[in-house]
């Protein structure tokens, strides 16, 4: 006997917004990194701003944020992992998680953390022209040719393959086991069973108004040390 399905809300509305954002602001990084298509560093910073201060977003929001948004909701150890692998990944069959499964969690911190090196490095960064970090005078030039080529190397393989990673699965779940994933991160809302669905706890928007201005206020401090050391100098 089928279980009976009940639409909830799982991803609340700063969760989606910063995923799409996210997308764009990535297609725009790349778009103004490219000499033959919209070459514009100016921009380039301006959207690695606005990504280091979603991505320190993200971070707070996983700390103090809704349920499911919150790292220790998704964030599980090795063993329930693998076992989620052999148990119930290539099942035909909807896996039912309200949030991210396991495997879903650990992709999720890997794409953070690797969006975190690549906004971290850009800030040091030069392309040996015109254009340089904001941070890049506080480093040896050796240090930011170190930097630069993390940037990108980071950027074309293990950002670009997390993302294609991230593709793929969400092609399997829906062709493979017959779980739409997309949906629900342009919704907000899930199809679960009604004996798995409890009742959780959210905090006010106002909350993540407060955690985007205290982190776009910690990146404008960061772009601004130089200026800063040099007024005390």
């Known amino acids: 006997m089928n279980s009976q399905l009940i639409r909830i809300p799982v991803w609340d509305l700063p969760i989606r917004v910063f995923h ?29 701003y606005g990504l280091l201060t979603l991505i320190l977003f993200r971070i707070t929001w996983g700390i103090w944020g809704n349920h499911y ?8 150890g090795p063993k329930k992992v693998i076992g989620y692998v ?6 035909p069959n ?9 495997l879903g969690g650990w992709s999720v911190l890997l ?10 490095t850009g800030l040091f960064a030069n392309d040996d022209l015109f254009t340089e970090g904001p941070l890049y005078q506080l ?13 990108k190397i980071n950027f074309y393989i293990i950002l670009l393959g997390l993302i294609m990673l991230h593709i793929s699965a969400i092609l399997f779940y829906r062709f493979v086991k017959k779980e739409n994933l997309l949906l629900p991160m ?15 706890k959210t905090v006010s928007p106002w909350r993540a108004i407060f955690l985007i201005g205290i ?8 772009i601004s040390i130089p200026d800063i050391l040099s007024q005390i100098r």
Do not use: R
């Not at 948004?69 to 599980?76: E, G, H, L, S, W």
């Not at 052999?86 to 099942?91: A, D, G, I, V, Y």
């Not at 909807?94 to 396991?102: E, L, M, T």
């Not at 953070?112 to 971290?120: D, R």
């Open 94 to 102: 909807p896996s039912h998680y309200i949030g991210h499964n396991p």
């Open 20 to 48: 799409w954002t996210v997308l764009g602001l990535i297609i725009g990084l790349w778009l103004t990194s490219q000499s033959n298509l919209c070459y514009d560093m100016t921009w380039h910073a301006y959207f690695g």
């Open 69 to 76: 948004a919150c790292f220790k909701q998704f964030v599980c």
């Open 86 to 91: 052999q148990q119930n990944l290539f099942k």
């Open 186 to 200: 342009i919704t907000g809302y899930k199809q679960q069973p009604v004996e798995q669905v409890a009742e959780c």
């Open 111 to 120: 794409l953070l953390i690797a969006l975190l090196i690549q906004a971290g």
């Open 139 to 151: 480093i040896s030039k050796d240090w930011s040719d170190v930097l630069t080529k993390i940037h």
């Open 215 to 222: 982190s776009a206020g910690a990146v404008y401090l960061i």
